[in-house]
C-alpha cells in the first residue's frame, strides 16, 4: 500500500491549507499572462503528489518549497485587509479647512477623521493605539510616506508621531494600518486628523528611544525601561535587563532541556499518553514570522507547529502557535498576544500558554492579582488558584519587579479557561516560576482556539505605591480608548490660540521639501527615473517606479537621496540599477545615478538600501501590474 499524500504535510508550511488552496484556485481561473509565466497551486499539488507516489523525495522537497511561494504570494493578493474603521470614500478636503488650518497642512490635499474616547475614568498617558484605515487608491501614492497624523488642541493642530505599516491594495483602494501613542485626560474626547495625498511628502522621522537592533526574529529591543534580547534561534525572550540603577538581568540559566533556555518558556503541549512535550522552544528556527519596526512600536509575529524533542521523526500538525510580542517607545511594559488553534481532533495531557522562569534570587516576595484588579503580595490562597489574572515578582530591597497581566484569557470550542499559575519563589532553588496550565478537558476539537493578551510589566514597585500603579494601568489596558469614525468641523472649534515665534514651527505640518518648494524639481526627478528599467525582464519594458522599488525621494539643496529596495534577498546588489543597469534586447535602461545627474538642479545622488519594510506586489503601480501580466 503506498503512503497517502498526507503523510508529507510535514514538509509543507503551516501557510498551505484548504483555505488558501480555494483562493488560489480562484486566481487561477484568471488565467492571468502571469500566471501563464509561473505555476498555480493545485498544478503544484498534482506534480507533489506524483512526486510522492513516485517516491522521488527530492523533487517532492523542491515542490513543497515551490508551494509556499505561491501560498505567500497569493496571501498577499488576495487575503482580506482588516476592516477600515473610516469608510474608503469617507474623507475631507483641506481646502474646505479654515485658512488657519490649511496653512498648517499645506501641501496635503485630504484628511480623515476619528474621534478617540476615554471611558474609564483613567488618565493615560502614550497609550498605544492602532487603526486600520483605507484610501482610495488614486489620492494617494505612498501611504507609508504621506500620512501624517494630528490632533485638535485648544483649536490648533498639533502633530502626534505615528507609524504606518501593513499597506495593501486591493482594486480602488489602499489599506494600512496606524499606531499612535495618544495622552487622555479621564473622560476626554479627542478629534484625530489623518492626512494624506501629498505626492512631495517623504518618509517621516520621528524621535524615539525605541531601538531594535539586529535581523530578522532575533532582535534586541530597547527603550528607556528595559533591553529585550530575542533568541537568534527561536525568536522567543532570552533575556530581559532593566535600565535602572544596577541593571538586574534576568535570565534563565544551564541547559533548558537542550534547547537555548529563555525566560518565556511558552507554549507547549503534552501529547495524549504523556509520550512526549512539544515546543515553540524546540524551533531550530522560526517556521513563519514577519517583524514591523518602527519608532513607536518593534511588532515580532511567529507561527508554526510545536517541534518534538525527536523532530521530525514526529511532526504532528495538530496545534497552530501563533506568538506575538509588541514593543513600545517609552513604556515600562510590552504586550505578548497569542492563540493556540486545534487544527485537528487530538487529545492533550497537559498545555501551557504562559510559563517564566528567572534562574537566580532576583525577588523576595510573590505578586498576584484577582478577577477584579486587585493586587495582592505574599501567596495566592486556595480558592484564587483559578482565578488569577496577574502573577509576578518583587524586591522590596531593590524595588526592582516583573509581572503578566492577563488582559484577555479565553477560548473557542471548549469550556471556560482554568486561570491558574500562582507565582513560585523557589524553582527547585534554581530560581522563581510561574506556569500556567489553563486547559480544562483533555479532548480538544478541531476548530477550537485559545487566546491570551498579555501586558509584561518591568516597573520598580513600591509596597506603599506599587499597588495603585499596577491597578491603574491594568483598567486602562482592559478598557482601551474607544475609537470611532467621525467628521470635524473646524468653524465650530474654538479659534486658534496665538502662540509666540518659538512655537511658529509647529504651525506648519510640512517638513522641507514637502510642502511645494521643491515640487519641479521632485517630478523632474520621479519622471527621470521612468528611463531606469530591469533589464532582466527583459520584454516588460517595465521602469523602478512602475516596480515600486523607490521609497523615498528627499531632497536638500541640489542633493538628492533615493532610499531603495530590492526584490528579495536573492538580489541584493542595489548597484546593479544605480550605476551597472545594461540594455538588453528591446528594453532600454540608464542606470539611475547617471540618469539623475543629468536632471538640472541635482549635484549629488546619494543612495540608501533598505529590507524594511520587504517589497512585495502590493508596492507594483496599476501600470506595473499591467506590464507584469497582473491586470
Known amino acids: 500500500m503506498r503512503p497517502s499524500l498526507i503523510a508529507i504535510t510535514a514538509f509543507i508550511s503551516p501557510f498551505i491549507c484548504m483555505s488558501f488552496a480555494q483562493e488560489a484556485g480562484k486566481v487561477d481561473n484568471v488565467a492571468t499572462a502571469a500566471q501563464r509565466r509561473s505555476d498555480s497551486f493545485a498544478t503544484k499539488m498534482r506534480l507533489l503528489e506524483a512526486a510522492w507516489e513516485n517516491q522521488d523525495f527530492d523533487l517532492a522537497r523542491s515542490l513543497t518549497h515551490s508551494l509556499r511561494d505561491s501560498v505567500l504570494q497569493t496571501q498577499l493578493e488576495v487575503q482580506p485587509p482588516t476592516a477600515s474603521l473610516v469608510e474608503t470614500n469617507q474623507w475631507q478636503a483641506v481646502a474646505e479647512l479654515t485658512a488657519d488650518w490649511r496653512g498648517w497642512a499645506r501641501g496635503w490635499k485630504y484628511f480623515k477623521t476619528i474621534t478617540v474616547e476615554e471611558s474609564a475614568g483613567e ?60 495622552d487622555s485626560l479621564p473622560k476626554q474626547k479627542q478629534e484625530i486628523l489623518f492626512f494624506y495625498g501629498n505626492s512631495d511628502a517623504e518618509l517621516p522621522e520621528y524621535p524615539s528611544d525605541l531601538l531594535a537592533q539586529g535581523e530578522g526574529f532575533g532582535l534586541d529591543i530597547s527603550n528607556a525601561h528595559f533591553k529585550a534580547v530575542l533568541s537568534r534561534q527561536t525568536g522567543q525572550l532570552e533575556r530581559l535587563i532593566l535600565r535602572r540603577e544596577h541593571g538586574l538581568e534576568l535570565y534563565s540559566g544551564g541547559e533548558g532541556h537542550g534547547e537555548p533556555p529563555g525566560i518565556d518558556w511558552a507554549h507547549d503541549y503534552v501529547d495524549e499518553d504523556g509520550f512526549q512535550k512539544l515546543r515553540i522552544s524546540l524551533w531550530d528556527t522560526c517556521p513563519d514570522y514577519e517583524v514591523i519596526r518602527g519608532p513607536l512600536c518593534t511588532i515580532i509575529r511567529r507561527w508554526g507547529f510545536p517541534y518534538s524533542p525527536v523532530h521530525p521523526i514526529y511532526s504532528p500538525s495538530r496545534l497552530k502557535v501563533d506568538v506575538e510580542y509588541r514593543f513600545y517607545s517609552g513604556l515600562p511594559w510590552f504586550h505578548k498576544i497569542g492563540s493556540m ?96 496550565y489553563p486547559l480544562p478537558v483533555k479532548n480538544v476539537p478541531a476548530g477550537a482556539e485559545l487566546k491570551q493578551k498579555n501586558a509584561y510589566l518591568a516597573l520598580p514597585f513600591s509596597e506603599s505605591t506599587g499597588a495603585k500603579e499596577i491597578e491603574s494601568l491594568r483598567r486602562c489596558l482592559v478598557n482601551p480608548l474607544i475609537l470611532s469614525a467621525s467628521v470635524v468641523s473646524p468653524m465650530n472649534i474654538a479659534p486658534t ?60 539643496g541640489d542633493v538628492v537621496t533615493l532610499v531603495m529596495a530590492m526584490p528579495h534577498r536573492g538580489r541584493p546588489r542595489l548597484e546593479y540599477f544605480v550605476d551597472g543597469s545594461i540594455s538588453v534586447h528591446p528594453t532600454v535602461s540608464v542606470p539611475i545615478r547617471e540618469r539623475l545627474m543629468k536632471v538640472s538642479g541635482v549635484r549629488q545622488v546619494v543612495f540608501e538600501q533598505t529590507w524594511e519594510p520587504g517589497w512585495n506586489s502590493n508596492r507594483l503601480t496599476t501600470r506595473g501590474r499591467q506590464k507584469l501580466g497582473m491586470e
Open 123 to 182: 488618565s493615560r498617558h502614550s497609550e498605544p493605539i492602532e487603526i486600520s484605515l483605507s484610501f482610495p487608491a488614486d489620492q494617494v501614492t505612498s501611504l507609508v510616506r504621506e500620512i501624517r497624523v494630528a490632533k485638535v488642541s485648544l483649536g490648533r493642530l498639533v502633530e502626534l508621531p505615528c507609524q504606518v505599516y501593513g499597506e495593501v491594495r486591493r482594486g480602488n483602494q489602499r489599506h494600512c494600518k496606524i499606531i499612535l501613542m495618544v
Open 497 to 556: 490660540i496665538d502662540v509666540n515665534p518659538g512655537q511658529a514651527a509647529e504651525r506648519r505640518l510640512a517638513r522641507p521639501g514637502e510642502a511645494g518648494d521643491y515640487s519641479q524639481l521632485k517630478s523632474a526627478i520621479w519622471k527621470a527615473l521612468l528611463d531606469c528599467k530591469d533589464a532582466q525582464l527583459y520584454t516588460a519594458d517595465i521602469n523602478i517606479v512602475e516596480l515600486g522599488m523607490i521609497y523615498d525621494v528627499r531632497v536638500r
Open 341 to 436: 488553534k486545534a487544527i485537528q481532533d487530538f487529545s492533550a495531557q497537559a498545555l501551557r500558554d504562559d510559563e517564566w522562569v528567572f534562574s537566580g534570587q532576583s525577588f523576595t516576595d510573590k505578586l498576584w492579582m484577582n478577577a477584579e484588579g486587585n493586587l495582592h503580595t505574599g501567596d495566592v490562597p486556595a480558592d484564587q488558584s483559578e482565578n488569577l489574572w496577574g502573577v509576578g515578582f518583587f524586591n522590596k530591597d531593590t524595588k526592582d519587579s516583573f509581572m503578566a497581566l492577563f488582559l484577555d484569557h479565553s477560548a473557542t470550542g471548549i469550556p471556560e479557561l482554568k486561570h491558574n499559575g500562582a507565582p513560585n519563589l523557589f524553582y527547585r532553588w534554581h530560581g522563581s516560576v510561574w506556569s500556567r
